[in-house]
């Protein structure tokens, strides 16, 4: 009775106050008129106290999220069931459950007379337009009764977990030579040189066996090198995405490193689902995901889970220290990058790997409206990762996807040409 009478209304207070207010007036009139008034006036809030205590009404509720992983721009659903347990009919029922901004508005609904022999479905879209782990929840139910003089609220259920997985944008074709690990045919490396066999090799670490030092290369390069006793695997594709604050530009859906992740997505699958190993790695060379060439859509949602998780990093430079790719083909997602973080991603890697970079003219996403002329910056980086050997394509924020990665598979083509060519 007391936690009935804590949720008084407004007006069951203000009904209350003005019962006993008319009972005192009654008292010092002697009005007895005015006296029945009052007590009338008292006695309904407190029947309607003594009411929902008696009726012990219980809700219980269940979501189901479908589906449970859903990519951003496409639609989803939520469903609810509700039903009550209690002696006597209950009164009117508001629900809202949490939503993010990120998935859409926030849903009421008002169920007027909730049937106690059957449970009451209500759905409500979900419309996520940024990636992410979201939440949903918590439910919470407001219960009236039908004069509106007392109402409780209620938790009904917590938080539900929804993966907001980045768009894939259909791609079509390979880069020239694709999946041997360099740029060119696998007949043009096999026994290059003066009849020698085909040999890979890459920098000296610490560690690794004196017996393996390629002395042929050392001295070409001045630097010790070593064998690598196993080719890249067959497929074998790294794609490094950048996804430093300080590289990207713009907020929210629109912002640039939202249209790397999702790019780095397309390029990622299309890859895997032509047979290729693919390893997606970040700027600092940690691996988000290893994905085989053969597998069921299990291997998809490994790479989409972890770029759906991944946040941005507060390093301003790159910072490597070994070859990203560990001697395979090097797709990379680069946004703004100084000289030396350029410097820092050319230096471990061998100019008879492939290495192909979509450079971001990032400036572009911040303005919202493309430029005639690109930023000094990235003319700057374009040309010195060219001079290292790398195939680059520009990509400003009207550039579709596809378009993009049609360009680098023509790079890829081009450079596969010019090394067959010097052979």
């Known amino acids: ?27 010092v009139l002697n009005e007895r ?101 979201q939440q949903v929840g918590p439910l919470r139910a407001t219960i ?26 259909p791609l079509w074709g390979l880069p020239g030579g694709s999946g041997i690990g360099a740029g060119d045919d696998g007949s043009v490396r096999l026994h290059s040189g003066q009849g020698e066999p085909d040999v890979i090799v890459r920098h000296y670490r610490t560690g690794d066996d004196m017996r393996k030092v390629h002395w042929r290369s050392t001295a070409r ?27 990207h530009h713009g907020s929210g859906p629109a912002a640039s490193l939202e249209w790397a992740v999702s790019f780095a997505a397309s390029v990622s699958l299309h890859l895997r689902r032509a047979g290729h190993r693919v390893r997606l790695v970040t700027e600092h060379g940690h691996t988000l995901a290893d994905l085989p060439g053969e597998g069921g859509e299990g291997y998809d949602n490994v790479v989409l889970d972890a770029l759906a998780a991944l946040t941005t990093a507060h390093q301003r430079d790159v910072t490597l220290g070994h070859d990203p790719a560990e001697g395979q083909e090097l797709i990379a997602i680069l946004g703004t990058v100084s000289a ?31 430029t005639d002329h690109l930023p000094a910056a990235t003319e700057d980086s374009a040309r010195l990762l060219r001079a290292a ?8 924020p009207q550039t579709p996807m596809a378009q993009v990665w049609e360009q680098l598979c023509h790079t890829g083509i081009d450079r596969s040409a010019m090394i067959g060519g010097t052979s």
């Not at 009236?144 to 944008?169: A, K, M, N, Q």
Request: net charge positive.
């Open 221 to 247: 390069r001045d630097e010790i090198m070593v064998r690598v006793e196993e080719r890249p695997w067959r497929g074998g594709t790294t794609v490094l995405l950048d996804h430093r604050a300080a590289a």
């Open 389 to 396: 050997g790398w195939g680059v394509v520009i990509a400003g």
């Open 144 to 169: 009236t009764d039908p004069f509106g003089l007392c109402e409780f609220d209620r938790e009904l259920i917590g938080h539900s977990r929804l993966v907001v997985v980045p768009r894939v944008v």
């Open 33 to 133: 008129d005015l006296l029945r008034v009052a007590i009338f006036v008292v006695a309904l809030p407190l029947l309607v106290a003594a009411y929902i205590a008696a009726t012990r009404l219980r809700l219980g509720a269940a979501r189901a999220l479908r589906p449970e992983r859903v990519a951003v721009g496409s639609p989803g659903e939520a469903h609810l069931q509700l039903w009550r347990s209690g002696r006597l009919p209950g009164g009117e029922v508001l629900l809202e459950d949490g939503v993010p901004y990120a998935l859409g508005t926030r849903p009421r609904f008002v169920v007027e007379r909730l049937p106690h022999d059957r449970r009451v479905l209500l759905r409500y879209p979900l419309e996520p337009s940024l990636r992410g782990i």
């Open 340 to 370: 030396e973080s350029v410097h820092e991603l050319t230096r471990y890697r061998p100019r008879g790997i492939r290495s192909l970079a979509v450079l971001m003219d990032t400036p572009g996403w911040a303005s919202g409206t493309p």
């Open 1 to 27: 009775m007391f936690r009935a009478l804590s949720g008084l209304t407004t007006r069951g207070r203000c009904l209350l106050a003005a019962g006993i207010a008319a009972a005192v007036c009654s008292l």
